[in-house]
């Protein structure tokens, strides 16, 4: 089979490789569509991400959907033919962390498209078949693929308990926070405003459902007047992370979605005297058979984030189409083209 | 003023009465909606409810909407002209139970219509500030009087930790089950069934976005296969209870919203093996700010629910429509006219 | 290796029987305590428990301790020699449920001691090396053993929400009644009534900690003015677990542990009024670690429930005891001896 | 009546007062005992803590017990002569804040010894009904009153929700961090390591049931290997706050309770990768009634805490006494004698 491989930095090569064979509680997977994520352009450019480094060839791609082809001995929940959405981190199942159910955390968790572990660039790939979860013929291919990204937005409304009537502050009008808009959106949040720089971007959101869109390049959060009870924080601008706190009511919850190695500065008196709460978010756990849901359901459009499909042989045009064209929201490479 | 006044069963009398006299804290409102409860329903036709007795002129109605006309002392929230929903029941605020945010279960509640406090059809009412909500433009004076209604399947959802997602049985089509459907769909979730004898009913369930219905007089709740997250039960028949449990997935909860004096059935072992959860609901608590959000943004529809408009002198009929006409849901009482 | 084996209804014989062998992830541990449940004494004296129906040989005894002697490919969580208690209900750890922790409900269980599943009461067994929980040697064998009905005490704890400074009714004060009492003290209760028609027991109870026994000979639940904030039920009486809800205050929580197969009697009114909350309970779900920790601390001793010890061949008699002494809480066997 | 006034930064002078008339709905107490706070030790030195600045006479003291000796209108829940703790926060009752039970997030709180509400070191004192909690005789006047320090120690374990088995760090052994200790393992955590500078105080630690102390000064709290379930930072100090994130494992919990004006740089990485939960605590809600159940049944023991007994007319000792004296805890000024 033919997989894109990130043989240097922004080096992207095709080369034929066997195919995956499964182990038992396999499935193999043929890849029908995979999203391009912000981490995948990261170890593209930098070769790594903070401790994360590629130092052997590697396949990227983890937002991933396909149809099961074969199986390993034990799987018990598939057919060939099913039509799949990948969950791209394997847990042990087994370790404390996971028996409570915060399988996100567990100590031995093999994610796609992290160092040293492929990732979906690829014409087939093998997983367990619990992390390979059927979706109905309503939840398209590229839907499919992209319940990755849609999943850390409902869990960030989750770490955040957005709930109905909620008034939701998105800092961040990059893919991740165009998903947690939809997702607080579908926990019943009344109230969402988007903030971002990027006047196109904010266009989108206000096409996606936004009840207020906030430019700050021209006002500031601080002047904003906004008074949230839920901030997913999708910027990972550490001066942005700060002022989202003062746009908290009391009791407000913070969750630290977008990434970075930098500290950020809390406030402490702000967060005692409205006893806030700031939480950090890894991934997600036990979000697809919601996301699944959601989507089929009609609640939330992740066709819509679709800006671009890429052949295989394309990856590194979809690895790089964001930084020449600022209204490039997702790509998709589709490796059976 | 005018109030419409039971005065012994089955019989209501218009009186002439004098204007409430607002005590410290309290606003005056002049009454423009009411809507028609079946505990009207009851205490009209019986004189009772269980343990509470009407031994004495009682003026019904509980579900109310109207405009701030004045204000006693220590007001500082309202300005007349205000368009306020009102939460018919008034707690001590200071117990134990009212400090812990649960003032629905205060020993010295006073609420509206219930023996020997008067109710809304009246011109005019007196009510502490705190349980007059404003409500925008957005929220007709229909819809403020209904927000009580809703705020119980609200309240019945908060229970049932229904969310995104999640699966919910809802027994009973009658107003509290339309409004629990609605509820329900602003929590997110992506499937309700509604059951009920009711062919009617159902249709305006289904029409009230309902995923499925069901007619328990055809197929019993048992054959009907539903594998549901979250029963709201809000028929009040013993049997349809009980046998509401046994549609609920394993960690499954059941909430008792209908009522009744009687005791319900509760297959131990099922209970157990599942791990069922089996809760009570009195009221609400904490719940105008978040219907009057989800009814404002268009999320919840209660003007659909109105089936029919009534003056102060024709309280009687509005009282007793329901018996004549099945397709009647919610009548309102308009006590201006 | 020598195993007691029930062969018939009230038969036990001792049969040879091949040395575990440990599949892939387990380990193979030599048993060194193993508590009688009622459970045990129910497949003895009846051969059934509801739909479990033993027709075949059966090994019972599932709260068991002792040595990890050998181990499976995989295994990398233990050396030989480490002293274990042993969960003895093995879920298939992929499914949704133990994905989401609830690990408990999952529908693969395969749990000792239950038809087809062979028990403890052998001198070795095997399982999967993530329920044979390490233990420091502050916790004796035989309470290494009791950390599973412990676990169910801890278990009921955490679903009826017991804290610091709750008042905590447990009625029955069997062996499950007694675990549940040192739980709930070890949650932060103050105040522990146990009720009982055994004066033995309630002598126990209260040299346990209790804060009040009560005889409900002679004075019925409902004329004894108890005002609990949780209810664990373990006496599975019907009667007495509708009367119990009418010890509890308003937001209170009924845990219903004590199994049987019959119907309880709900009042609703009263459930409703009072938002009383009715729990289901299936065993238990991580618990270990914290067992472990409260037994090692001090804070809860389980070698005090221990009556007796009987070698592997006087099995029978240790399921007997119980019958004959109504003194007796909890045999042990020592299979080694 | 007598009461010491803080008339200029360090100056207190005793001036003679009109003993304070009941409102509706407050009793007047008799003031037995106050403890010293640092708030008050602040206020004492510095004339202002952060936006707070003294700025006309004040009576300071927020810790307060005594005897009700008179009662408003409509004062129904005490009698003359009943000995009461005062939790010194009286917020509006009526606020959306208030009704969510979050009553110490009410804007409108009016909370002693805070500009410009006298305090409690005065012979008399009035304050609402509900804010005057009954204490029985197993509680001495002194416990009554450092129930305040307590309940933030209880507010503490509940924001970071110990419980039963778990891993707690206290960061700083003053007087908030030694109840915060009694709080932890009242809430049932069996593992509670003191870190401070102070021996003095971690030997205070240690006495109380710490079961491990780390002299930060001796032994960074990163070299400590500490992993802990919840941290409550009670120290106040910027780097230590920082470095107690190292000491949360997966899924831990950071409670922020020592207070100040600075920044806290929070890691985001570590936060993220960890799914930390950084909450601010401000003072604590509905805590008394859980206090006053540990204190009587001896869980927990404040008497222990005090270091020296004055009279009203040395409240300028006790206040300066900490300056002077390292091993002094908690000083209790008696207004009475």
Not at 47 to 71: M, N, S, T, Y
Not at 80 to 93: H, Q
Not at 237 to 242: D, F, G, N
């Amino acid at each position: 089979m033919r997989a894109s491989v990130l043989t240097a930095t922004r080096t992207i090569e095709i080369e034929e490789r066997p195919e995956p064979e499964p182990r038992p509680g396999e499935v193999v997977v043929r890849v029908s569509s995979v999203g391009v994520c912000g981490s995948d352009i990261h170890y593209y450019r930098d070769g790594r991400i903070g401790p994360f480094v590629v130092d052997a060839p590697l396949v990227l791609g983890h937002e991933a959907a396909g149809e099961v082809v074969a199986f390993g001995d034990g799987v018990d929940r598939h057919a060939v033919g099913d039509r799949v959405s990948l969950e791209p981190g394997v847990p042990d199942f087994t370790c404390r962390l996971c028996l409570e159910g915060k399988y996100n955390l567990c100590p031995n968790m093999r994610f796609f498209a992290t160092p040293p572990i492929d990732g979906a660039f690829s014409e087939y790939v093998a997983i367990h078949q619990a992390f390979a979860h059927p979706v109905p013929d309503a939840v398209s291919d590229d839907a499919a693929a992209l319940l990755e990204p849609l999943s850390v937005g409902l869990w960030a409304c989750r770490k955040g308990a957005a709930g109905p009537g909620s008034r939701v502050l998105i800092n961040g009008a990059g893919p991740i926070g165009l998903v947690s808009l939809q997702a607080a959106l579908a926990f019943g949040a009344t109230e969402v405003v988007v903030a971002d720089v990027n006047k196109q971007r904010l266009d989108v959101a206000a096409a996606s459902g936004a009840t207020g869109t906030l430019n700050v390049g021209d006002t500031p959060l601080e002047d904003a007047g906004i008074d949230a009870d839920v901030v997913l924080e999708c910027s990972g601008v550490p001066e942005a992370t700060t002022a989202a706190l003062y746009a908290l009511r009391p009791g407000g919850r913070a969750v630290l979605v977008g990434s970075g190695s930098h500290d950020v500065a809390l406030p402490l008196m702000r967060l005692q005297v409205h006893e806030l709460q700031v939480s950090g978010l890894f991934r997600y756990a036990n979000t697809w058979p919601m996301a699944i849901e959601l989507v089929a359901s009609g609640r939330i459009d992740l066709d819509r984030l679709v800006t671009g499909h890429y052949g295989l042989e394309q990856t590194e045009e979809a690895l790089t189409v964001g930084m020449r064209d600022p209204a490039s929201i997702k790509p998709i490479v589709s490796p059976q083209t």
